[in-house]
């Protein structure tokens, strides 16, 4: 008997040339995934759009976290410094990012993430952020550093609330509060429910 296969695509035929020469440290991959976003892989679950100051709740606002007194916030991203950076907005205040271990208020252009909230999860980690310590899971970048470093959605329980920022391959998340950038060795970081 003999068995017709659907061929395989680009991206399949390329994992399966290079499949035994990923390379790995502690089994912690060394090297970004081969695709730029997630995006590439799933498309339409939760995107961003161009948003404006006034912060009042959408049913499709994807919310990253609360404050200590129970208000959401809702994850967003902006541009600063040639990069753009993810971040939180409370309804009540403005758009925040963390930048070079400080918190930015944010008055210019930004944007929020809305979708399906049940399309994604929260992913804990432990210490740097690897790809292998999702399970499997692919994140949902958020943003770019330069000089084009992808940035992943990072939160945090930190003083009595849960925030939400950024967090980058081999680093901890970063958390804006307070004037400050907070770095957080144990974090969430936003994902692709499976």
């Known amino acids: 008997m003999i068995l017709n296969y659907v061929p395989l695509n680009e991206f399949e035929v390329y994992c399966k040339e290079n499949w035994d020469i990923q390379p790995e440290a502690g089994g912690m991959p060394l090297e970004p995934p081969i695709f730029d976003s997630p995006f590439d892989l799933i498309q339409d679950a939760v995107y961003f759009i161009p948003s404006t100051q006034d912060l009042q709740p959408q049913s499709s606002a994807i919310v990253g976290g609360h404050e200590a007194n129970g208000d959401p916030l809702y994850i967003v991203r902006a541009p600063y410094e040639g990069g753009i950076y993810p971040g939180k907005a409370s309804p009540k205040e403005s758009v925040y990012i963390s930048h070079d271990g400080r918190e930015i208020n944010i008055h210019g252009k930004f944007e929020r993430l809305v979708g399906d909230q049940s399309c994604v999860r929260w992913a804990h980690v432990d210490g740097r952020f690897y790809y292998g310590r999702l399970g499997g899971a692919i994140p949902v970048r958020g943003g770019t550093e ?34 400050s950038e907070i770095i957080a060795e144990s974090y969430n970081v936003l994902v692709f429910c499976d």
């Open 146 to 179: 330069p000089p084009g470093a992808a940035l992943y959605i990072a939160q945090a329980s930190v003083e009595g609330g849960v925030h939400c920022g950024k967090v980058k391959f081999d680093s901890y998340a970063a958390i804006p509060l307070n004037g």
